[in-house]
C-alpha cells in the first residue's frame, strides 16, 4: 500500500537484487563489446544464422533449435 514502509530485512534484499541487476547488465554491456572487437565476428551472420526462417526477431524456440544442431 501506498506511504508504507518495507521490512528493513526485504529492503535490504531488494537492493541486492538491484545491485546484482546492475552488475549483470554492466558484464553483459562489457562482453557485447568485447565480442563485437573481434575481427572475426559479425553480427549480422549471427542473427541470421539463429533466424534461419527470416522471422525478423530471434525468440526462445530459435536458441533451442540452434542449440541442438
Known amino acids: ?8 530485512n ?3 534484499e531488494l537492493s ?5 541487476e546492475i552488475h549483470y547488465h554492466v558484464k553483459v554491456e ?12 559479425n553480427s549480422v551472420a549471427v542473427f ?3 533466424d534461419p ?10 536458441v533451442r533449435i540452434f542449440c541442438q544442431k
Open 1 to 8: 500500500m501506498a506511504g508504507q514502509k518495507l521490512q528493513s
Open 10 to 12: 526485504v529492503e535490504f
Open 16 to 20: 541486492r537484487l538491484f545491485e546484482k
Open 30 to 41: 562489457t562482453e557485447k563489446q568485447e565480442l563485437e572487437a573481434m575481427l572475426d565476428f
Open 48 to 50: 541470421s544464422v539463429l
Open 53 to 62: 526462417h527470416n522471422k525478423g526477431f530471434i525468440d526462445s524456440e530459435s
